[in-house]
T-cell receptor
């Protein structure tokens, strides 16, 4: 059981380049989310999905696109990278449970530098 | 602004002592709270959670206390060990749904030998 897998682990881009950060989970979780973490900061929500075909914006969505065609995968796309997007990106998934529990399980992160 | 925050960016404790990490939140509608531990170079790892209808919850060596009157959350770690050295985040799930978590800035727990 791999949990949440993120690829690549490290990436360097030039300003204006595009790329896709991959995220896959094998726990059959309905919910998936993307966060970014900047130095000295907590995680901030970029986009999230409550199931295949359904996505919504989080706190800092600008410059990022997502789609959810399957339960397992939730890629994050940067269409035109900017230095302000230099960060560590975390993908998380969680199961739907009765009540309000939303324990999110995180991947190991992708460290992105935009020059 | 920040909905969830921590009082101290760094906390240094002696090995074997108890650690108390604090967190303040401002959204009275929050109904569920989670503590995460993040070691260097890794993703956040779930430690313990608590619902808003509870005041206290205990796990193995950890206890979370929730004071809704003053909107305060704390994580207590008993008999702190070197492996407890990490950054600790509190997070809230405001509406019990899937709209992600709101994280505080984190407290770096340093264990002195």
């Amino acid at each position: 059981n791999a949990g949440v897998t993120q690829t690549p682990k490290f990436q360097v881009l030039k300003t204006g380049q595009s790329m896709t950060l991959q995220c896959a989970q094998d726990m059959n979780h309905e919910y998936m989310s993307w966060y970014r973490q900047d130095p000295g900061m907590g995680l901030r929500l970029i986009h999230y999905s409550v199931g295949a075909g359904i996505t919504d914006q989080g706190e800092v969505p600008n410059g990022y696109n997502v789609s959810r065609s399957t339960t397992e995968d939730f890629p994050l796309r940067l269409l035109s990278a900017a230095p302000s997007q230099t960060s560590v990106y975390f993908c998380a998934s969680s199961y739907s449970n009765r009540g309000s529990k939303n324990i999110q399980y995180f991947g190991a992160g992708t460290r992105l530098s935009v020059l | 602004g920040e909905s969830v925050g921590l009082h101290l960016p760094t906390l240094s404790v002696q090995e074997g002592d108890n650690s108390i990490i604090n967190c303040a939140y401002s959204n009275s509608a929050s109904d569920y709270f989670i503590w995460y531990k993040q070691e260097s170079g890794k993703g956040p790892q779930f430690i313990i959670d608590i619902r808003s209808n509870m005041d206290k919850r205990q796990g193995q060596r950890v206890t979370v206390l929730l004071n809704k009157t003053v909107k305060h959350l704390s994580l207590q770690i008993a008999a702190t060990q070197p492996g407890d050295s990490a950054v600790y985040f509190c997070a809230e799930n405001r509406r019990g749904g899937a709209d992600g978590l709101t994280f505080g800035k984190g407290t770096h727990l340093i264990i002195q030998p």
